[in-house]
Antibody
């Protein structure tokens, strides 16, 4: 059974870069899109983007050039970087799996709260 | 951008009753709609995909219907663990609805 686990700092200062990693266990990363989704009371659930196991990416246009993702299939990990953060980026960040060719998320990590504050 | 509107915002029911939740899309999404359940302190869990297909391990009391712009999630005979927040999500820009909170009456 595939499991996902997010890791990274829970507190980030304004204007700095948020970095999170998701570790995949119990299955292969091949043929799936590996995604980041965040949730806040203000915006609800928001898709940040995804990365295919081959490395191709697709990001939410609303985040512009602030977001980037990478993948290391040898370590069964993928990562999120969000630059120039502000209080509006405070949220629970989830990593999730999305089937190739699909759109829905069938496996989720437990989520990690990231607070942007000085 | 496709916008999903869920109704009602809050639904108050008792165990054993039937729940009917609605999700309306601002333009057609064909059958590319999923439903999720989120319990307090947990990540969302996939219930239904492609409007009417139950995900692995989801009980038969959960069913989905609809196509185009109007979709429904039905829960027959509510169990205590079903009281949670439910979200719909569509394919075209992966947006989610704002959620329906199913609460104990």
């Amino acid at each position: 059974q595939v499991q996902l686990q997010e890791s990274g700092p829970g507190l980030v200062k304004p204007s700095e870069t948020l970095s999170l990693t998701c570790t995949v266990s119990g299955g292969s990363m091949r043929s799936y899109y590996w995604s980041w989704i965040r949730q806040s009371p203000e915006k609800g659930l928001e898709s940040i983007g995804f990365i295919f196991y081959s490395g191709s990416t697709n990001y939410n246009p609303s985040l512009g050039s602030r977001v980037s993702m990478s993948i290391d299939t040898s370590k069964n990990q993928f990562s999120l970087r969000l630059s120039s953060v502000s209080a509006a980026d405070t949220a629970i960040y989830y990593c999730a799996r999305r089937k190739g060719g699909g759109y829905y998320y069938d496996v989720w990590g437990q989520g990690t709260l990231v607070t942007v504050s000085s | 951008e496709v916008v999903l509107t869920q109704s009602p915002a809050i639904l108050s029911l008792s165990p054993g009753e039937r729940a009917t939740l609605s999700c309306r899309a601002s333009q057609s999404v064909s059958n590319s709609l999923a439903w999720y359940q989120q319990r307090p302190g947990q990540a969302p869990r996939l219930l239904i995909y492609d409007a009417s297909n139950r995900a692995t391990g989801i009980p038969a009391r959960f069913s989905g219907s609809g196509s185009g712009t109007d979709f429904t999630l039905t829960i027959t005979r509510l169990e205590p663990e079903d009281f949670a927040v439910y979200y719909c999500q569509q394919r075209y820009n992966s947006t989610f609805g704002q959620g329906t909170r199913l609460e104990l009456k």
